[in-house]
């Protein structure tokens, strides 16, 4: 079982950053991937970043290319998503996962075993 809060959402003018962070407890963090995806209203959960393991491998949607960046601290069981040059389509409920099983990083929500309970990033126009 693996436990995973996430926290740093909130609202922000267009231009603007947050950091997002999920702090997983239960399984050994530094064996699993971790992803972040969002949901807006009325849409499907969509991918936006993964990372591996270790932290050396990473995987962006193409959307949040050069202005997200993904990151994590094994020692202190955290995932972050940095977000910067926030658009007001970026508005969504943010969550992490955490994927025990593959090898590679996956895009696919259905690929992940264990998901937090989400944070609203609103970006204002």
């Known amino acids: 079982q693996v436990q995973l809060v996430e926290s740093g959402g909130g609202l922000v003018q267009a231009g603007g950053s947050l950091r997002l962070s999920c702090a997983a407890s239960?399984?050994?963090?530094?064996?699993?991937?971790m992803g972040w995806f969002r949901q807006a209203p009325g849409k499907e959960r969509d991918f936006v970043a993964a990372?591996?393991?270790?932290?050396?491998?990473?995987d962006f949607t193409d959307s949040v290319k050069g202005r997200f960046t993904i990151s994590r601290d094994n020692a202190k069981n955290t995932v972050y998503l940095q977000m910067n040059s926030l658009k007001p389509e970026d508005t969504a409920v943010y969550y992490c996962a955490a994927d025990v099983k593959s090898t590679r990083l996956q895009r696919t929500p259905r690929a992940y075993d264990y998901w937090g309970q989400g944070t609203q990033v609103t970006v204002s126009s």
């Open positions: 239960g399984r050994t963090f530094s064996r699993y991937h």
């Open positions: 990372i591996s393991w270790s932290g050396g491998i990473t």
